[in-house]
């Protein structure tokens, strides 16, 4: 199994898993020519992907979405999801669309997928599980708080990709108008890295391996600042990376 985030910020956002010869894109919110680059550095083409699953319709995690049109790629989504991108960009019915049910696990091709509701100001945002062998990896990006659910779905991952947005005082002190700042800090926002934490502190350190902080804000967060607030969450903090929001890929994680 291999994973890689190509990108991940309020910018954009777009992942690729390969199992077995199985290659999946979460999300494809990054600019096509970036996707392009990054599948030429793995010897791969737009079209040797076999599938991509859509969290929610925002721009950061769809803007690429119509290039799959040309290929034989499945898309993946709750019907809202589907709808809402249909609607917002009319390219994108001639997408091979697949509809699920959020909390309804399905295979693909080896890969047993299932999509959780998460807090979102969207018409049905989802996080994802993807157990993958003996490997769980779960998905959790654009989400106003920490539900029970979230929680435990955060509990059984071997690998996280966990949201951590936005520091409260960058945030505030931004130029950003205030209905945003307010949208941004609402119970359907995102994560603030305080509530990053909280997740993280509850994790065991017997089942998560990896955690990468995720979908960070470039104007109001910094590296820095999480880095000094993780100081003190003790052993796990050498299994955290945080993924920087300027266009940078994740480290890989690779199982023989
Ligand atoms: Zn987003
Ligand atoms: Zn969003």
Same mark, same amino acid.
């Given at each position: 199994m291999f994973f890689q985030i190509i990108e991940t910020s309020s910018s954009g956002n777009c992942a690729l898993i390969e199992n077995d010869g199985v290659r999946v894109l979460v =999300?494809?919110?990054?600019g096509i020519r970036k996707i392009r680059d990054y599948l030429a550095s793995r010897g791969l083409l737009l079209e040797d992907i076999d599938a991509l699953f859509i969290t929610h319709e925002h721009v950061d995690h769809c803007r690429s979405l119509k290039y799959f049109a040309k290929t034989n790629a499945k898309i993946f989504a709750n019907r809202l999801t589907a709808e809402s991108i249909c609607y917002a960009?009319? =390219?994108?019915?001639k997408l091979k669309w697949n509809i699920f049910e959020n909390g309804r696990p399905f295979d693909f091709m080896g890969i047993c997928v299932c999509a959780f509701p998460v807090p979102h100001d969207t018409s049905d945002s989802v996080g994802y599980r993807f157990q993958i062998g003996e490997k769980c990896l779960v998905w959790m990006t654009d989400l106003g708080k920490p539900t029970a659910l979230v929680q435990d779905m955060a509990m059984g991952a071997q690998i996280l990709v966990l949201e951590s947005n936005y520091c409260p005082k960058m945030l505030e002190a931004s130029a950003r108008p205030y209905r945003l700042k307010m949208r941004i800090k609402s119970s359907h926002g995102h994560l603030s890295n305080a509530d990053a934490i909280s997740i993280i502190s509850r994790l065991s350190p017997q089942i998560v391996e990896k955690i990468y902080l995720a979908h960070i804000s470039r104007e109001c967060n910094s590296a820095e600042h999480i880095s000094e607030l993780l100081s $003190?969450? $003790?052993?796990?903090r050498s299994r955290i990376e945080i993924v920087s929001p300027f266009a940078q890929s994740s480290s890989p994680y690779e199982t023989v």
């Open positions: =999300d494809a919110g990054v960009y009319p =390219d994108s019915k $003190g969450i $003790g052993e796990m």
